[in-house]
């Protein structure tokens, strides 16, 4: 199977002024479909996207480190952090919120393939299964990351809508704030229902908005999205 390194640098929130943003389920949009689409969503996802059968992007990898004299933290000891809540769109007018706490087994074990109906984190629509955890800038699972990845498959290509709409990744603290991600570390989109274009909708702190990352027919890894956040990785590689 071919991969294509796609993007070289950080997808930082000012890169998101251009990108354009979703609608609610039913009408068109040029940004491609969500997972609960269907064909009609799905359709207005592949036109002039990739079209690959695996595409990467990364951040910059460890160009944070040592920025302005930061540290890297783990996600899970940052203070006053009690949970952590992967808003995942899939149909409907707003994403469903998944919470979990910090340290429960959602986010402190990555699952084994394969991901099914029963073994997974988020379920999303038909053949849609996802797992969160703590992770590496790579999305390598490691329970002191600083970043969080949330990765999955899908069993749908067109005209079904791409998969994994993630809208934001919110840390939740003791004093009632949320924390979004500062940047997408890395990814991995695949299939022919894809919207790479998208991949900057999960840190623009709008939940109306999401990414669209595919589908894995035929594929031997998952979707992936994997965050980065001011106050656990530090600002954008640059």
């Known amino acids: 199977m071919s991969r294509a390194t796609a993007i070289a640098c950080a997808i930082t929130l000012a890169a998101l002024f251009g990108c354009s943003t979703d609608t609610v389920e039913g009408q068109p949009t040029s940004s491609g479909g969500n997972s609960a689409g269907g064909g009609t969503q799905g359709g207005g996802g592949s036109g002039g996207f990739t079209t690959s059968t695996s595409t990467s992007g990364t951040g910059g990898l460890g160009g944070n480190f040592g920025i302005g004299g930061f540290t890297p933290t783990p996600v899970r000891e940052l203070p006053g952090l009690n949970s952590i809540t992967f808003h995942e769109r899939t149909g409907g ?87 979004y991600g500062n940047y997408v570390a890395s990814y991995v989109v695949l299939g022919d229902n894809s919207a790479e274009a998208n991949v900057g909708h999960c840190i623009d702190s709008d939940l109306q908005t999401h990414t669209t990352m595919g589908n894995t027919v035929g594929a031997s890894e998952r979707l992936r999205l994997t965050l980065g956040f001011e106050s656990t990785s530090g600002p954008p590689p640059r």
């Not at 919470?99 to 087994?105: A, P, Y």
């Not at 999305?139 to 069993?155: M, P």
């Open 93 to 179: 007018t707003a994403p469903v919120p998944y919470e979990f706490t910090v340290n429960g087994s959602e986010l402190t074990v990555r699952l084994d393939d394969p991901l099914t109906e029963q073994s997974h984190d988020i379920p999303g629509a038909s053949t849609e299964y996802y797992d969160v955890y703590y992770s590496d800038e790579d999305g390598v699972f490691d329970i002191d990351g600083s970043y969080l990845t949330i990765s999955g498959v899908f069993e749908h290509a067109l005209p079904a809508g791409g998969g994994l709409n993630l809208a934001e990744i919110g840390l939740n603290f003791s004093d009632t704030s949320t924390e």
